[in-house]
């Protein structure tokens, strides 16, 4: 307790908000002031009235709160917590496919780097991929970094042309779906929720596939008790919070992002004693990796 104590203090002398996403542990979640996935986390940063903002995530997380806020101190708990699907695709890669087609629209999923950002046309969360992609005028969509993502996208509009990457979230790629079949055997009432970052057949045996927090609102609206859940395990703090009466269950032990996990109540108090390490990106890439941000934006409405 004296440590959360210690947090709130120095959070409001040094005017900092704490944003945690919901893969972090449960008590750093519990000391957050907002907790949600990596774009409304960055969303919301631009909202808030505090001068800085202290990340609980990964380093891509950082930088897109960074490149939204230009003016304000981003300040990551760990700047070793990385995603490394963040950095399975290199900008070599896009200028080669971009030589090889005309009519193409680079689609960047938020989980990359500010480099792959800026090289992009525009970004996607997995809660409005389908609906960003739909709206582009351009036929062929090269989908980076995340292959899985990009399918579950193909696989809703058939009339654009992708291009596939071989990038993956090492988390999702994990549950298997023999797994995932002997899970529904054990808990055979259980309704099974999924990220698309899951492979296909692992899809093609769900009830509900969405982003981590459209899981969170499905088990939240529905009537279901029991649920089967396919994406990294720190959401079942925030599904138990929501819903002390249901039951939430993983596929297996390997649904745990050991890179989310470096954020510690230990490290969130020193990053707030020394305010340090700061995200820092170089201006040019900045601005230009906040372009396909903002197009986002406008494609999403």
């Excluded at 004296?2 to 972090?24: C, G, S, T």
Aim: net charge negative; with cysteine; charged share 25%.
């Amino acid at each position: 307790m004296e440590m959360v104590e210690q947090i709130k203090k120095l959070q409001e002398e040094k005017d900092v908000v704490i944003l945690a996403h919901y893969y972090v542990d449960g008590a750093v979640q519990e000391i957050a002031d907002y907790v949600g996935d990596s774009y409304y986390l960055s969303k919301v940063a631009t909202q808030v009235k505090q001068k800085n903002i202290l990340f609980c995530g990964v380093s891509f997380m950082g930088e897109s709160a960074k490149i939204l806020n230009p003016e304000k101190t981003v300040v990551m708990a760990d700047e070793t917590a990385d995603c490394p699907m963040a950095h399975m695709v290199t900008v070599e890669q896009i200028a080669e496919v971009r030589a090889q087609y005309e009519d193409l629209a680079v689609v960047c999923y938020v989980n990359s780097t500010a480099e792959i950002k800026a090289v992009s046309d525009v970004c996607v969360t997995s809660s409005n991929a389908v609906r960003v992609v739909k709206n582009l005028k351009e036929k062929n969509i090269f989908f980076v970094p995340d292959e899985n993502l990009g399918r579950y996208v193909a696989e809703k509009l058939p009339e654009k042309h992708f291009i596939f990457h071989d990038g993956f979230c090492h988390v999702h790629k994990s549950i298997k779906a023999e797994n995932l079949k002997a899970a529904k055997n054990v808990y055979p009432d259980a309704l099974v929720l999924t990220h698309p970052e899951c492979t296909a057949d692992v899809i093609a045996l769900s009830d509900f596939v969405g982003s981590t927090s459209e899981i969170i609102d499905f088990a939240t609206k529905s009537d279901a008790e029991k649920f089967i859940i396919c994406t990294e395990m720190g959401v079942f703090f925030e599904l138990s919070q929501k819903n002390p009466k249901k039951k939430f269950y993983s596929v297996g032990h390997r649904q745990f992002c050991p890179n989310m996990k470096k954020v510690t109540l230990e490290k969130v108090l020193q990053a707030l004693e020394t305010m340090e390490p700061v995200m820092e990106l170089p201006e040019d890439v900045r601005v230009n990796a906040e372009k396909p941000l903002s197009r986002m934006l406008e494609l999403a409405k």
